[in-house]
């Protein structure tokens, strides 16, 4: 778990799993300040980083290579705040790491 929020207007959840060998960031909100916000009542949005790719975020994060277990504390250290979805897509390009992104809402 990265982030969340429950209000009454509002849920916010995101998290950073591992789907196989891929690093998966993904988030999704929901209520009525969405929809005030998008016109629909949720909005859901992922990040999707390959298996090569991933390899990267060890040294870059402090993690010994391989520790899958101690790279997702390091993104949860490092991004857990309202921005953190927007802010880890911003430290992958940063650091030249390609990665799948999409929304919808």
């Given at each position: 778990?990265?982030?969340?929020?429950?209000?009454?207007?509002?849920?916010?959840?995101?998290?950073?799993?591992?789907?196989?060998?891929?690093?998966?960031?993904?988030?999704?909100d929901i209520?009525?300040t969405v929809?005030?916000?998008?016109g629909d009542?949720?909005?859901?949005?992922?990040?999707?980083?390959?298996?090569?790719?991933?390899?990267?975020?060890?040294?870059?994060?402090?993690?010994?290579?391989?520790?899958?277990?101690?790279?997702?504390?390091?993104?949860?250290?490092?991004?857990?705040?309202?921005?953190?979805?927007?802010?880890?897509?911003?430290?992958?390009?940063?650091?030249?790491?390609?990665?799948?992104?999409?929304?919808?809402?």
């Open positions: 778990m990265l982030y969340q929020l429950e209000r009454d207007d509002i849920r916010v959840r995101i998290e950073a799993y591992f789907n196989g060998e891929d690093l998966i960031v993904e988030g999704y209520g009525q929809e005030e916000y998008w009542s949720d909005y859901e949005y992922a990040t999707t980083i390959a298996k090569e790719e991933v390899a990267k975020l060890f040294p870059l994060s402090g993690v010994a290579a391989g520790d899958r277990e101690g790279l997702l504390k390091a993104i949860a250290g490092r991004f857990n705040t309202n921005t953190c979805f927007s802010e880890f897509r911003d430290f992958l390009e940063e650091n030249g790491i390609r990665y799948e992104s999409f929304s919808w809402a």
